[in-house]
């Protein structure tokens, strides 16, 4: 039986090396290994005070 390896490799911390989210769309190649949270909390609280002024105008 042959062994599957993985195209991605194992970070030495422990860590796959997979990436969270990957895209590809024609010459475009777009790979996240590391969501910053700080950026994600700025959306989130953007978007939610944007979903209500919006809902409630």
């Not at 599957?4 to 475009?28: T, W």
């Amino acid at each position: 039986m042959s062994q599957i390896r993985s195209q991605h490799p194992q970070s030495p911390n422990g860590q796959d090396g997979r990436p969270i989210f990957e895209m590809r769309a024609g010459g475009l190649h777009l790979t996240i290994h590391r969501v910053p949270y700080w950026l994600f909390s700025l959306v989130a609280a953007i978007g939610s005070g944007g979903g209500a002024a919006w809902l409630f105008r």
